[in-house]
């Protein structure tokens, strides 16, 4: 469904990606682990187009994404939940869905969606008419996640979604995205510094250093890695 | 600074350039050429006056036209009430100039971005309507017939341009002093992060006081000439506002932020609005304004810092884009390391303590309570999630937040109330979160912008950059541009820069964010070094396999207050900890 | 008449001025607050696109006439509004050809010094606008004819045969269709789908764009109606208030600090700012020589900036 091929991205002359590539299939749900800074959001942006590429490829469903403006790119399937949950603050719980919504499918499932969004995460119905901003950091990644999903994407891009959360929230969430991956067999792109929840909850997974790969593999390759046990698991 | 280009250096370039500008004052045929070479050589003084503040500070003043008119109103009142020859007149503008900067910078510099450029945009307009309301229309200047020279009153105009010359050169002068000293250096760390440079020490607010003072000073000197060439001074004429963007837009056109900068820009836009003036000023009445519209224009979209910039990029361009493709260094994940437990680490006397200290903004209680004992030499890791105060406690310990309870002691002075500057002062060096190289400049220079607060001359200050360098492995690095250094190389250049200050303790910020393992280690067998010298280090890390391997200690934040401390090993298996920070898998796994 | 209802006179008259001007200050800061509060742009050049409004305006009812068929009481107002779309137009392409190249998406994505350059762009745009006009129009100041601007409605007398507050008819109209306006933009904003995306661009450019809203574009909207807002507070101010190409300046400063005592980035906040402004002005009058007014309002402006000067920029001190 995703195809990245030799990905390389820069900012002012400082390489952030080096040559990725990676490959997301129809259904997968795949990890991205890696520290912070390792290049895992900016691979995000240049699959989202916020960020410009310096070279490589960029395919989703056949189609060449780079040649595609970004704002164009929510209306082909592909919805990203952005790290720091960036929920529109002065709009309420109920408009920032209605800007999810913004696409043509969106618009199309609307009832569906609300009603499946609403069930999923009850407390956002009662906050229906609040300023967004004015939500906790739990119920903002709610937000923020029901946004994504009210464009009826098939692919689902979180940006690591417990950031800035207690673990008992964040576990929460990890949960309703399984959930949610279940329920509407919606492929998921996970970048996650949480790494044990990250690889746990993927069929494959990749590990970023510095703007490059540095493994790949199946959920339990990686999880018996000896490496990746040392440096990301805490073992 | 931006080019290493001497005093020495700029003397014979300002020697050439005032023998070719004589050259032309005595080619030239007629008085309309010679006043337009005086106009040049007054607006490129108009526009080193902006630069020298806004171009080195990058605040962004349009109100120039404030001291400009009360330059050219000091005079040519003095002239009509008192009698004042402009010969004492000039310098007293010049001084009314730095008076008036001062006054006006004392409030105005509280504010920042934007509002620092609309509140400089209302003070002429306002002196405009003031200066109307006192009957200042129209001020002409007397003319004094038994002894012209001493009013400045001479026939030959040739005469004005030599006077501009020299009025340009002392300009010059002074602009390129500050540009190669300290000064400059403070001015131009205040223009790429104004917090970052008052922790490195720089006492930001003094530096740009006197950068006004200065720029105010040469703005109302060259006012008070401007009102001697025109005879008569109008509100109109001085104080609105396209006198102030003038001395911006000559300033932008030819470079922002370098002395040639606004002699570039006056030397080409002044005679092209004079002679396209000249030609259809009677046709087109506002083609002056028209013209210099356009020139910004143009300058935002082609070349924004100018055209002085835009040369020297495009000629170190090749240089710069050989290094930015260097790749780095081969990553694989590397073996984490055995953890290192320093027993004695602790054991040293108390050189920080931090009592009861508390921190609100609005409702929010960022930090609560917080007390804990910091030993010389020790390595104190904070830890806890994202939002837990942990930067807010190191903004408190540092300056940037006054408390709002509580006390942080050290080496038995309660550092409570001083300016960042101050603790810099003291010994208590940090790093930031996000780096901020200055990026055309030198390594070497952007580690001395720490230096100068511990250093009482250039020689030193210099010498204690190169040792912060030594120490953290970059002395072959010291003249690379900062610009295109690798993430591991930038914030070992940020830890230089604070150790050049001769800190006692450390602050560091997620100084590992963005490496990749086996980088991480190397910085850490950095750190490691400086604990041996007697360095004392506090820092933030959320790299939990980092933070066991190089800190004695840890602090555990968590909604602002603290969750517990103690030893690394000990903290990992807190159910407390676990449960609010790392998580019941991790225990699952652990 | 004792002193006393003098005082009370000259107080009242002075308030209704207020109320009056300021609706239409009101009007002019919620054009410029909406450019501000979607896109972050200081506009400087938001008094001259107005002084471009006026002229419109004078140019459809008095210049060529085109609007004169509708009456000396109609055509000045139709006039006014008429120029909101047609300086609608000259703000989408003003932003498509140049503001945009130092704004909005590409430019947040560069930590560039985006903010200088917007100033300096708008700066720049101003003076062509300004002395450009001056070219095309001359120096002369015009006004738009008509008899509403010299006549007025009395309330009173209120206390015996004294005391009357007189409403200049061109103000009060002026003021009526602002706030008409006003509340028409109010809606748009908050009730429609592409309003509700101009704020959505206005929270989180990068957010609103993985919604897939053209953020460029919404912003090229919103530069449009904030010009076109502002034009028409021109066009009505100019019922009044006779105007030539350096017009601009004098309200930019208007705007500014009514924009900044609203709070910036609040669009209904930018109204009441004006509105204060507005009363400030014409109460200064009680007490200050006629040509310290604008000197009053500059002196409200600094004193909000010093004392309020948090709202937006306040928080980036916050967290290094």
Not at chain 1, 198 to 213: F, K, M, N, P
Not at chain 2, 507 to 517: K, N, R, Y
Not at chain 3, 168 to 189: D, E, P, T
Request: net charge neutral.
């Amino acid at each position: 469904m995703l195809e990245i091929r030799e990905l390389c991205v820069a900012y002012g002359g400082v390489s952030a990606l080096n040559a990725i590539s990676l490959t997301v299939n129809a259904g997968d749900f795949v990890s991205i682990v890696g520290p912070n800074g390792a290049g895992k959001t900016t691979l995000f942006k240049s699959i989202s187009g916020s960020v410009p590429v310096r070279s490589g490829h960029i395919t989703f469903e056949g189609r060449d994404l780079i040649a595609i403006p970004a704002h164009e790119r929510p209306h082909l399937g592909i919805a990203h939940v952005p790290e720091g949950r960036q929920v529109f603050p002065n709009l309420t719980v109920e408009e920032n869905l209605e800007m999810g919504a913004y696409t043509e499918t969106g618009r199309r499932d609307w009832k569906s969606n609300l009603a499946f969004i609403l069930n999923l995460f009850p407390i956002l119905d009662e906050r229906r008419r609040q300023l967004a901003g004015t939500l906790s950091g739990g119920q903002q990644q709610m937000v923020a996640i029901a946004r994504g999903l009210a464009s009826s994407p098939k692919l689902l891009m979180l940006d690591e979604p417990s950031m800035g959360l207690a673990p008992a929230v964040a576990d929460s969430i990890f949960e309703a995205i399984v959930e949610i991956r279940k329920a509407r067999n919606l492929t998921v792109l996970l970048v996650e510094q949480r790494a044990v929840e990250a690889l746990e909850s993927c069929d494959r997974g990749y590990v970023i250093e510095t703007g490059r790969v540095v493994l790949e593999g199946e959920q339990n390759e990686l999880l018996s890695d000896e490496r990746v046990r040392k440096a990301y698991l805490g073992m | 600074m931006g080019s290493r280009t001497t005093f020495m250096q700029s003397l014979g370039i300002l020697a050439v350039l005032s023998a070719v500008y004589l050259l032309l004052v005595f080619i030239v045929p007629n008085q309309y050429y010679q006043l337009m070479l005086t106009l040049v050589a007054i607006w490129a003084v108009m526009g080193i006056s902006w630069n020298v503040l806004s171009g080195y500070s990058g605040l962004v003043s349009f109100g120039h036209a404030a001291f400009f008119g009360l330059g050219a109103y000091t005079v040519a009142l003095g002239l009509l009430h008192f009698n004042l020859s402009p010969w004492i007149g000039l310098p007293l503008a010049g001084l009314v100039g730095a008076v008036a900067g001062i006054i006006v910078g004392l409030p105005t510099f509280r504010l920042r971005g934007h509002y620092f450029a609309l509140a400089m945009l209302a003070y002429p307009l306002a002196l405009l309507y003031v200066f109307e309301w006192l009957g200042y229309q129209e001020v002409a200047l007397p003319m004094n017939r038994e002894n012209p020279a001493a009013y400045m009153q001479f026939s030959d105009g040739r005469i004005y341009s030599v006077i501009a010359l020299v009025l340009l050169v002392i300009a010059v002068l002074v602009s390129r002093w500050i540009e190669t000293t300290r000064f400059g250096m403070a001015l131009l760390a205040i223009k790429q992060n104004e917090l970052a440079a008052e922790a490195a020490g720089i006492e930001t607010r003094k530096w740009k006081l006197r950068a006004i003072a200065i720029s105010g000073a040469i703005a109302g000197a060259i006012g008070g000439f401007y009102a001697v060439i025109l005879i008569v001074v109008t509100p109109a004429s001085v104080f609105s506002m396209l006198t102030s963007a003038q001395a911006l837009i000559v300033a932008l056109f030819g470079g922002i932020g370098t002395v040639w900068g606004p002699v570039i820009g006056a030397a080409i836009l002044i005679p092209l609005s004079e002679t396209l003036h000249a030609e259809l000023g009677n046709i087109l009445p506002g083609i002056q304004g028209v013209v210099f519209g356009t020139a910004i224009v143009l300058v935002i979209l082609l070349a924004p810092e100018g055209i002085f910039w835009k040369i020297r990029d495009l000629i170190t361009r090749s240089d710069r884009d050989g290094r930015s493709g260097e790749a780095p260094v081969a990553t694989a994940l590397v073996d984490a390391g055995e953890l290192l437990e320093r027993p004695e680490a602790m054991a040293g006397k108390t050189v920080l303590e931090v009592k009861g200290l508390s921190k609100s903004f609005g409702g929010l209680k960022a930090v609560q309570d917080v007390s804990f004992k910091v030993p010389e030499g020790a390595v104190i890791g904070i830890i806890g999630p994202n939002g837990a105060g942990k930067t807010t406690l190191f903004n408190m310990l540092n300056g940037f937040h006054t408390p709002s309870s509580g006390e942080v002691i050290f080496e038995g002075e309660n550092l409570v109330g001083l300016q960042p500057s101050g603790v810099c002062k003291r010994g208590i060096g940090r790093t930031f979160q996000v780096a901020r190289p200055f990026a055309r400049l030198s390594v070497l220079d952007n580690v001395l912008v720490g230096a100068y607060v511990r250093a009482d001359d250039d020689a030193t200050a210099l010498r204690h950059a190169r040792e912060a360098l030594a120490l953290v492995g970059m002395e072959k690095d010291a003249e690379r541009t900062a610009g295109g250094l690798p993430s591991k190389e930038q914030r070992l250049m940020e830890l230089a820069r604070a150790l050049a200050g001769k800190p006692k303790i450390l602050l560091l910020d997620e100084i590992l964010a963005g490496l990749g393992s086996s980088e991480i280690n190397e910085v850490i067998v950095v750190l490691r070094k400086l604990t041996e010298s007697g360095i004392t280090i506090l820092i933030i890390e959320h790299t939990m396999q980092a933070m066991l391997r190089l800190a004695d200690h840890f602090i555990v934040l968590d909604h602002g207050a603290l969750l517990g401390e103690g030893k690394p090993r000990n903290i990992m298996r807190d159910p407390k900890v676990i449960e609010a920070y790392l998580g019941r898998r991790w225990r699952e796994r652990a | 008449m004792s002193d006393g209802l003098i005082l009370l006179e000259n107080f009242l008259q002075a308030l209704a001025a207020g109320l009056m001007v300021g609706c239409l200050y009101g009007l002019m800061c919620t054009g410029l607050g909406m450019i501000f509060g979607i896109m972050r742009v200081i506009n400087f050049a938001q008094g001259d696109l107005m002084m471009l409004g006026m002229y419109a305006a004078w140019y459809l009812f008095t210049g060529f006439g085109i609007l004169a068929f509708l009456g000396p009481y109609v055509g000045p107002v139709a006039a006014a509004i008429v120029a909101g779309p047609l300086l609608f137009i000259v703000g989408y392409f003003l932003h498509q050809f140049l503001i945009s190249r130092v704004t909005g998406v590409s430019v947040a994505a560069s930590d560039n010094q985006g903010h200088y350059a917007q100033l300096i762009l708008t700066l720049g745009i101003a003076l062509i606008l300004q002395n450009g006009g001056l070219i095309l129009f001359g120096s002369e100041p015009v006004s738009i004819r008509t008899p509403m601007s010299s006549s007025a409605w009395e309330i009173g007398p209120m206390v015996g045969e004294w005391v009357s507050v007189f409403l200049n008819k061109a103000r009060l109209v002026g003021a009526i269709v602002s706030v008409l306006v006003a509340l028409g933009l109010y809606v748009f904003v908050n009730r429609t789908r592409l309003g509700k995306a101009l704020r959505a661009s206005a929270d989180n450019v990068e957010a609103a764009q993985y919604m897939g809203i053209n953020v460029d574009r919404a912003h090229r909207i919103a530069f449009g109606l904030g010009t076109a807002i502002t034009a028409i507070a021109g066009g009505l101010v100019a019922t009044y208030y006779p105007f030539q190409p350096y017009v601009g300046i004098e309200f930019v400063i208007v705007m500014y600090a009514g924009v900044v005592l609203g709070g910036l980035g609040s669009i209904v906040g930018a109204f009441w700012g004006g509105m204060t402004i507005g009363l400030v002005q014409q109460l200064s009058t009680l007490v200050l020589p006629i040509q310290l007014q604008n000197t009053a309002i500059f002196a409200v402006f600094l004193l909000v900036v010093f004392f309020r000067p948090q709202g937006l920029f306040g928080k980036s001190v916050e967290r290094v």
